[in-house]
């Protein structure tokens, strides 16, 4: 009994400890697939495949995304949601690029949910584009719960962030269609061990393409590219 | 109009759009703040120090509590608390340096809450502590929304992850009292701007410290365990 708060937990009978999610969580996710649904048809009626980018902060995910768009630009159209707790300044670098390009602040919130796709779908030109690239609210966790509509979810984890979080975050990996490995620039001053986390993801989820590659000096482009135009009409 | 699900949305009258966070989240904090307050009170009474670590995945929070560790370990009496959504990979790697530590699976959940925390004191020898480590689950958004009783906030960002995110993840920048630059021996090969990153932060929170460190080459580590020793005893 804690003297405390007069509980009754005893350490000795629960260790490790383990929390559940909280219920209410479900309730949510249902309005989300039907939206998501909404979303989908929405997508098709146009014919436009859609992509959903997750991954941690930092991973890079608009730099591959420009690395895509420069790819790609002269043979489809494309527009971009871009999602973010605050700022737009991920936004601007794409529009700069002329980009369609529609930003999403959670105000806070950690992911982004097929409602908020849905707004930001009517304020993009559907009608011009062929593929539409969503990049998701930093996080490894949470967006992976929120079917968006898209077609393809993507993850992305960088070099720096160690080849062990498929254990420490599997749901993103069991989820996705393809795993990228941004950054692979970094490796010489780093101990990632490809061959592992690639036996970590296909342990998760063996359908998953893994794809190394480095937007920066642009190995391994080529490959993720070719995934790509393979889902394009 | 919308021809698909027949809402109401206009794409000209709302750009950029804005989602709020949903609302039953209150709720949950105001339960959170309870058990927080049950945890201070409890890790007071038994004179120990407790610190929050939280950051993005792959970050270094790890790295930074093991060398932290050893260079506390011969003059303060350490516990930790090891927060993931899976695995026990990080608590099998601190019991290893033989400091007591309990591991905590939220199950997919994407933070530490002060009940879970509260578990997890019980679990520790708390009568024979004067420091407890937490280390929170790898996201930068959601667990600075749970105070969990500890006495100081700390976040770190990896220069991997890029001198902008405080643009894009605020809260976190806003609530902490110390931001720890982690794998500063990365600085030659990316463009992390160290003052342009210092300059959001206090923009957003200017009593913050700002502790630019490589737990890998010892640089800046001298700063940081001075910063925790002045909050100890």
Same mark, same amino acid.
């Given at each position: 009994?804690? #003297? +405390?708060? %007069?509980?009754?937990?005893?350490?000795?009978?629960?260790?490790?400890?383990?929390?559940?999610?909280?219920?209410? $969580?479900?309730?949510?996710?249902?309005?989300? #697939?039907? *939206?998501?649904?909404?979303?989908?048809?929405?997508?098709?009626?146009?014919?436009?495949?859609?992509?959903?980018?997750?991954?941690?902060?930092?991973?890079?995910?608009?730099?591959?995304?420009?690395?895509?768009?420069?790819?790609?630009?002269?043979?489809?159209?494309? %527009?971009?949601?871009?999602?973010?707790?605050?700022?737009?300044? /991920?936004?601007?670098?794409?529009?700069?690029?002329?980009?369609?390009?529609?930003?999403?602040?959670?105000?806070?919130?950690?992911?982004?949910? *097929?409602?908020? $796709?849905?707004?930001? @779908?009517?304020?993009?030109?559907? #009608?011009?584009?062929?593929?539409?690239?969503?990049?998701?609210?930093?996080?490894?966790?949470?967006?992976?719960?929120? /079917? @968006?509509?898209?077609? =393809?979810? $993507?993850?992305?984890?960088?070099?720096?962030?160690?080849?062990?979080?498929? =254990?420490? =975050?599997? *749901?993103?990996?069991?989820?996705?269609? $393809?795993?990228?490995?941004?950054?692979?620039? @970094?490796?010489? =001053?780093?101990?990632? /061990?490809?061959?592992?986390?690639?036996?970590?993801?296909? %342990?998760?989820?063996?359908?998953?393409?893994?794809?190394?590659?480095?937007?920066? +000096?642009?190995?391994?482009? *080529?490959?993720? @590219?070719?995934?790509?135009?393979?889902?394009?009409?």
């Amino acid at each position: 009994m804690c #003297d +405390t708060c %007069g509980c009754e937990h005893h350490p000795q009978e629960q260790e490790p400890v383990t929390a559940q999610r909280i219920p209410v $969580v479900q309730k949510i996710l249902n309005a989300n #697939d039907q *939206a998501a649904q909404e979303n989908r048809e929405h997508l098709k009626a146009h014919g436009i495949t859609a992509f959903n980018f997750m991954s941690s902060p930092g991973a890079g995910k608009t730099t591959l995304l420009l690395a895509t768009i420069a790819a790609l630009r002269e043979r489809f159209r494309i %527009g971009v949601i871009e999602g973010d707790t605050a700022s737009q300044v /991920d936004a601007e670098i794409i529009a700069a690029t002329g980009t369609p390009v529609v930003q999403i602040n959670t105000g806070g919130g950690c992911h982004l949910d *097929a409602p908020m $796709v849905h707004s930001a @779908l009517h304020a993009l030109p559907l #009608d011009a584009l062929d593929v539409a690239f969503i990049e998701n609210v930093g996080n490894l966790i949470c967006p992976v719960s929120f /079917d @968006l509509g898209q077609d =393809y979810r $993507v993850a992305l984890l960088s070099v720096p962030e160690g080849h062990d979080k498929p =254990y420490k =975050y599997p *749901a993103i990996f069991e989820a996705v269609d $393809v795993v990228v490995v941004t950054k692979t620039d @970094l490796m010489p =001053y780093l101990d990632f /061990d490809l061959p592992k986390f690639t036996e970590l993801v296909w %342990g998760l989820n063996p359908a998953a393409s893994v794809l190394p590659l480095s937007a920066k +000096t642009g190995e391994g482009m *080529a490959a993720w @590219l070719a995934w790509v135009e393979a889902r394009l009409g």
